[in-house]
């Protein structure tokens, strides 16, 4: 199982090469900014005036018009920085965006979602929300910054707007963390009753490795890997050749957020132990710590080894993370040589080309994984939020969102995204299509009431249909049951002055901007809230360490 020094430097060799290979492709190629604009409903917005200036060099002014689909595109850029303005004639200015282009290389995505002036709500003294400063915008971040080079929480510096691309890594995120279990170690094959058993064996044996090791294994299974580690440790140094302490060692320094100490401890159990189960769990530790690119090379060795789903799913997942999607594509698409018929790998590869602006490409595979098994509920959810997609792709996107709806009735998601789906159709403002947007909003709250995303799109239905009494009811539903839901807020303001209730629309829009100010001042350079995207950590709701701890009566 020890690979030699030769076998690490060559397959650490070909990792780079995954790396740079989308670098070098382009290494001829001028400066590239495009993007597309949008409007607060993400509807493309054909006719735009977007306005390119330099500051380094300053000689340079472009101007371009957005098309049929609210796409443009500047070309032929030296390196330097430059502002990128768009306007548009009914829809509120925005602050320009700033874009560094550092090589003649370079190709940089910009977005923009212009807000209907007609939609600004009014504070409680009467005045257009137009005079509120506008949203902080970020200058676009790529490659080295990782995630933050993905999202942009003041703008749109990616392919996709910032709340699709959020949604889209979470969504593989939620995938990661479904793969993420620690074999033997669960609760079910240690139950409560051995606790009282361990305890009393390592009283009468505190000296016995295998006692110590045991028992760190059953605080891990249920939980409480901080009381694991003090046993673990002692088995280390009773036995330095007791490989399954070493082992979980590592685990439970993991599962208890010590991630540099997991990392320092299984780099040196990985170069003496080099098996696929070390390399994956050094590279949790890896991400954990937030070294990226180094975690991606840990599952590329071992998929090496042991070319499983798993491994390739890991290894594109952190390039992700590393804020390198092209070089993502190429991993998940490595893994679907061996595993044709993946629909997890066929996701990633999917949300890895709408990383970089190529959304047919992603569509495709999408749409590829929902056909192997229509059934699975997991890839409906990316379908729903592709975003930039022409009218014929969303007729397909709408053809598999209703096959799953057929297939699963009972299923609220399932309604949900079949009624978004039809909102977005050109024929959307029809009788007979709007009547079926409702009723789908309808019946995925009739199956779950806390979905709180539906609230808001019946909130918005209503309100488009100007019923803003009905629409207040939702968009309050909504911030009820998601109070961090920003949008929610700025609807709910509008909504309650248009019917009248200025001091509570002055309200809403004091949460509103408390919302996006705190957004804006946790948004440093080095972090945006990434641990939402961390497979190596539980999100909101999920379990805290010591909530699996056996009650005192089961021993």
């Known amino acids: 199982m ?36 949008r409007d607060a409903e993400g509807k493309p917005l054909a006719g735009a005036n977007l306005t390119l200036t330099g500051d380094r060099p300053a000689s340079i002014r472009m101007s371009t018009t957005s098309g049929t689909e609210g796409s443009y595109r500047f070309t032929g850029l030296t390196p330097g920085s430059y502002h990128l303005a768009a306007q548009m004639t009914g829809f509120a200015s925005t602050e320009p965006e700033v874009i560094d282009i550092s090589a003649a290389s370079v190709s940089v995505a910009v977005d923009f979602k212009l807000m209907p002036e007609s939609l600004l709500p009014q504070s409680a003294a009467g005045e257009s929300s137009a005079n509120i400063a506008p949203e902080p915008r970020t200058p676009p971040k790529f490659a080295a910054a990782g995630v933050r080079g993905l999202i942009d929480p003041g703008g749109y510096s990616a392919a996709a707007n910032a709340a699709a691309t959020s949604g889209l ?56 890997p901080n009381q694991a580690i003090p046993f673990l440790q002692k088995a280390r140094e009773i036995d330095p050749a007791d490989d399954l302490a070493a ?20 780099t040196g159990l990985a170069e003496r132990l080099p098996t696929p189960e070390i390399h994956r769990l050094l590279a949790r530790a890896l991400e954990g710590a937030r070294m990226f690119p180094q975690a991606a090379e840990q599952y590329h060795l071992a998929a090496d080894d042991e070319p499983s789903e798993e491994n390739f799913f890991g290894m594109g997942y952190e390039l992700i993370l590393a804020g390198l999607p092209a070089e993502a594509a190429n991993a998940f698409r490595l ?34 994984a929902s056909d192997l098994n229509p059934s699975d509920p997991r890839p409906y959810s990316f379908l729903s939020s592709a975003s930039g997609i022409s009218e014929a792709e969303g007729d397909r996107v709408r053809q598999a969102l209703k096959r ?10 399932a309604s949900y995204f079949y009624a978004v789906s039809l909102a977005k159709s050109p024929d959307a403002q029809e009788a007979a ?24 799109q ?25 109070p961090g839901l920003k ?64 009650p005192v009566g089961a021993r």
């Open 404 to 413: 799953f709806l057929d297939l699963a009735p009972g299923n609220a998601e």
């Open 247 to 266: 082992r979980d060692l590592g685990v439970a320094w993991i599962e208890s957020g010590q991630f540099d100490s997991a990392r320092q401890w299984l």
């Open 433 to 456: 299509v709007a009547a079926s947007v409702e009723a789908g909003l309808k019946r995925a709250l009739a199956l779950n009431p806390a979905l709180a995303k539906a609230h808001m």
């Open 335 to 368: 893994g679907l040589k061996q595993h044709r018929q993946s629909i997890q790998l066929l996701i990633g590869a999917g949300t890895a080309e709408f990383l970089q602006g190529h959304s047919s490409e992603g569509l495709v595979s999408f749409l590829q």
């Open 2 to 37: 020890i690979q030699s020094l030769t076998t690490r430097i060559i397959l650490s060799g070909l990792l780079a090469a995954v790396f740079l290979a989308a670098g070098c492709a382009a290494a001829d190629e001028t400066g590239v900014v495009s993007g597309t604009v």
């Open 487 to 550: 949008e929610a807020h700025y609807r709910l303001a509008g909504a309650y002055r248009r019917t009248g209730r200025p001091e509570l629309a002055a309200r809403e829009m004091q949460l509103f901007l408390q919302a996006r100010a705190s957004e804006s001042a946790g948004a440093g350079d080095s972090d945006i809230g990434i641990e939402q995207f961390l497979s190596v950590i539980e999100p909101p709701g999920s379990p805290k360490d010591g909530a699996g701890k056996c």
């Open 169 to 224: 890594i979470e969504g593989i995120a939620g995938i990661k963390r479904a793969g993420n279990g620690i074999g033997a170690l669960t609760a079910a094959s240690w139950p409560c009753g051995v606790e009282a058993q361990l305890e009393t064996a390592v009283r009468a044996n505190p000296n016995q490795a295998e006692a110590n090791r045991r028992l760190g294994e059953f605080y891990i299974a249920h939980g409480q």
């Open 458 to 482: 019946l909130g918005v239905f209503y309100g488009e249909r100007g019923d803003h009494k009905d629409a207040a009811i939702e968009y309050e539903a909504a911030v009820r049951l998601a």
